[in-house]
């Protein structure tokens, strides 16, 4: 098990030449969100936004477009039906799959809400989507309900599950993944072909071969909303052109990064998964440099 270290961050970090424009540092479709869970969508596309990535666009249900516009500003967005759950219909497949192909990557299940719509977009869309796919939270429960269709999907896939998700990933004990982190990553990932980022104190990267673990973070991060942060940075870091496996590594460890300089800024009972956004300047500052 090989620590992350800052090195491997300044090595893997994305190239922004002098010559940059938004068309050369890629272009994210975040799928997310659902009536009760705006702020999901909000968080990751921040996130996103504040790591790098050229141009976002965000699919969300058209209930919510007007709170998520709101606050993300610089985003394009893609409204598209609510289901009766106040999740995306089903009937915008092929419309988000149109958006996917013109996309460098997709971050698919934030806020998404677990649902019998979600399931079933979730797994079509996995079917036919050809571009690399971070897929977290109700993208990782629906997932769990086909979870076979990740052997026949033609996209690259990263998931990110917290323990409790990884249990409904593999049927296994959360007392048990607790215990043998590093063997169900390991074989979850190279059973499935995907990048598994099994989260929590020292959180494991794995491709099923090589395995990361992570030095950073503190146990303030544990609120509901800072895995949607996570998964901005590392999707905007994959729709840059960092490849997968890298692109898990340098995203949970500048997420930690960042959660640590909040923690010492507003402390680690009061600190907030948005205090973590907004210390990602800094952190990102300071490798540049």
């Known amino acids: 098990m090989t620590p992350i270290t800052s090195e491997f961050i300044i090595n893997n970090l994305p190239h922004r030449p002098d010559d940059a424009n938004k068309g050369t540092m890629g272009t994210l479709l975040n799928i997310s969100g659902s009536y009760s869970m705006a702020g999901a969508c909000i968080l990751s596309s921040l996130s996103a936004l504040k790591s790098g990535v050229g141009l976002l666009k965000v699919a969300l249900p058209d ?4 709170i998520v516009a709101s606050s993300v500003y610089e985003a394009v967005f893609v409204p ?16 988000l799959l149109y958006h996917a192909k013109a996309s460098s990557a997709v971050l698919l299940g934030c806020g998404l809400k677990c649902c019998d719509e979600t399931v079933d977009f979730v797994r079509e869309f996995l079917s036919e ?16 309900q086909n979870i076979d269709v990740l052997k026949t999907t033609k996209a690259k896939v990263v998931v990110t599950p917290h323990p409790k998700e990884m249990s409904r990933l593999t049927g296994l004990d959360v007392e048990y993944i607790l215990n043998n982190r590093e063997e169900v990553a390991t074989n979850f990932a190279r059973e499935y072909g995907v990048i598994v980022v099994l989260k929590g104190k020292n959180t494991i990267i794995t491709d099923g071969d090589k395995l990361y673990v992570n030095p950073t973070g503190n146990s303030g991060m544990a609120k509901g909303g800072s895995g949607d942060v996570l998964s901005g940075i590392i999707a905007s870091l994959m729709a840059q052109g960092v490849a997968l496996l890298e692109a898990a590594c340098v995203g949970v460890y500048i997420h930690g990064l960042a959660g640590d300089l909040a923690a010492q800024m507003f402390s680690k009972t009061s600190m907030l998964p948005r205090d973590i956004i907004e210390c990602l300047p800094q952190i990102f500052k300071t490798i540049e440099e």
Do not use: F, H, Q
């Not at 106040?86 to 092929?94: A, H, K, M, W």
């Not at 989507?129 to 769990?144: E, F, H, M, P, V």
């Open 63 to 66: 209930s919510i477009y007007p």
């Open 129 to 144: 989507c050809t571009s690399d796919i971070l897929i977290d939270a109700d993208g990782i429960n629906a997932l769990a």
């Open 80 to 95: 598209v039906l609510s289901s009766k759950n106040g999740t995306i219909d089903t009937r915008s497949l092929e419309y």
